[in-house]
């Protein structure tokens, strides 16, 4: 099929028609657990089951060129495995960042704790990596660059999976005006697949009584995804898992109640951990007090799973992405030629500050570049004409800043018109989008238990917002439609 004609030519969708569509996919949603929490609501971040939103939605999949979609299957394990192998290099996390800790606090502290198990030649015998590779499809040179690599946290492995089943279900009912084929929005197990890899580490792990440990956010509107990751783990293991029980825990609750017994086992309230599975821990807002600091220092001490290491979760900085990029270094880590070409050709331009021809670019042309700190969660990038300031900036106040950022080539992805809805209301606008590809990884010394590519996710945004960020309020979730 020719992928430069338009899909869905939403111009000529009748409002009847959009309408139906909308009302359908809003029951589907609140009926399946498409949901977050209604941020009118002061308790839903807090209170399961009170104040709850349909998630933000694209009314139909986003068209997606099936080689691209390919290429992006095809390298997650290629990715899980430089995650894992980069993260034994500890003298490369540590001198990559070396500059970097010098300026970033935040990043500094993460690689106190990275430092103190290196001197203490601790060692992850059972490494699980539960990641999204990001990426978006450049338009001008029809290539598909990779955004970032998100190695800790990594969001709506729960709900992307209820996207492409909603888009599914509406294509089905709707086949008749819409034409197209459900079967085109790939099977999406992304929740399912995470589950059984968190699964096999608590098997690996080897203690029937421990529990996997879900360390919270203390409010978080995003709970349902992180509670369908967990409700899928407790379904699918029902035999397996007879003790198996899933302690939600914030850092300050892991200090209060944790400690690591002689023999290495976490003990968190009265009960080993076998997992310890972040879905916080990524922004400095997730350690206000030296308390948090030392839960994660007391998981990383500890014999318990952790996913992610410190180790994994300094792999996945900018700062480390933008090493990889560097001729050579990618050679350092893979033997396989072809894998690492398979990587690389989905590197966009990376470069660091003390490049003095790309920060004069930049300068120059700002437009053109995203400059990016060492930060997770969205909104922490500067762009446009912030990104000649900040720069003119660092040049006067002297350059040791210049560490905390790494500067990218800006993509630009096809704009196209498309359905975006959000509390109840659909408005037509102008987008683009976003992929993301899940991958998981276990390993227990020299054997590889799990290596594969986990499922996607799509994210749209309106064209206008640099960001987006689904909970900051531009973005959406989406799924693909395979052309
Ligand atoms: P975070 O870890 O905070 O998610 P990202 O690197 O993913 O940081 O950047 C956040 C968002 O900024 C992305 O989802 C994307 O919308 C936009 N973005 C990041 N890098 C680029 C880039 N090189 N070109 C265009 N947009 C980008
Ligand atoms: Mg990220
Ligand atoms: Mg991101």
């Not at 992307?160 to 005006?177: A, P, T």
């Not at 690996?204 to 990751?229: G, I, S, T």
């Not at 880590?333 to 072809?338: I, W, Y």
């Amino acid at each position: 099929m020719d992928s430069q004609k338009p899909m869905f030519d939403v111009e000529n969708f009748d409002d009847e028609l959009v309408q139906k569509l909308v009302f359908d996919a809003l029951v589907w949603s609140s009926l399946h657990g498409l949901v977050v929490g209604d941020k009118t609501y002061q308790k839903s971040g807090k209170v399961p089951g009170v104040g709850m939103m349909h998630a933000p939605i694209a009314l139909l999949p986003t068209p997606f060129p099936e080689i691209y979609w390919k290429q992006a299957c095809d390298v997650a394990p290629i990715f899980n495995e430089l995650v894992d192998r980069v993260s034994l290099d500890g003298k490369f996390i540590q001198d990559s960042l070396s500059r970097t800790k010098k300026v970033d606090i935040f990043t500094s502290r993460l690689l106190d704790i990275h430092s103190k198990m290196l001197e203490s030649n601790k060692k992850e015998d059972i490494r699980l990596g539960l990641h999204r590779s990001d990426y978006m499809l450049d338009e001008e040179t029809k290539s598909l660059l990779q955004i970032e690599m998100n190695t800790i946290s990594s969001s709506f492995s729960g709900l992307g999976r209820l996207v492409s089943e909603l888009h599914q279900s509406l294509l089905r009912s709707y086949g008749d005006h819409l034409g197209l084929d459900p079967e085109r929005v790939p099977r999406n197990a992304s929740t399912y697949q995470f589950a059984d890899a968190m699964a096999k580490a608590w098997l690996e792990y080897n203690n029937p009584r421990a529990v996997v440990m879900v360390v919270v956010q203390a409010k978080e509107r995003n709970m349902y995804d992180q509670h369908w990751q967990s409700s899928v783990l407790r379904e699918k293991y029902p035999l397996l898992i007879l003790f198996l029980r899933f302690p939600w825990k914030t850092l300050a609750e892991v200090e209060n109640e944790g400690r690591v017994h002689e023999d290495g086992t976490l003990i968190v309230g009265g009960q080993a951990v076998a997992v310890v599975y972040f879905r916080s821990g990524y922004t400095p807002t997730d350690y206000p007090s030296e308390s948090e600091w030392n839960a994660r220092l007391l998981i990383e001490q500890s014999s318990a799973v952790k996913c992610p290491s410190i180790a994994y979760h300094l792999t996945g900085t900018k700062k480390i992405q933008q090493e990889l990029a560097k001729p050579g270094v990618l050679e350092r880590f893979l033997d396989n030629k072809e894998d690492i070409a398979k990587l690389r050709k989905g590197f966009a331009g990376l470069w660091s500050l003390d490049d003095p021809e790309i920060v004069k670019k930049a300068i120059e042309k700002p437009e053109l570049f995203v400059m990016k700190p060492q930060r997770e969660g969205g909104g922490n990038n500067i762009y446009g004409d912030d990104v000649r300031e900040n720069l003119l900036r660092l040049q006067r106040e002297g350059e040791e800043e210049n560490a905390a950022y790494i500067l990218m080539q800006r993509i630009f992805p096809k704009v196209s018109n498309m359905f975006l809805v959000r509390e109840g209301v659909y408005r037509k606008d102008q987008a683009i989008s976003e992929l993301g590809v899940y991958g998981a990884y276990l390993r227990n010394k020299e054997r590889v238990i799990v290596n594969e590519q986990s499922g996607y996710l799509m994210r749209t945004k309106v064209s206008s917002s640099d960001e987006g960020g689904v909970a900051a309020g531009f973005a959406v979730l989406d799924s693909i439609y395979l052309n």
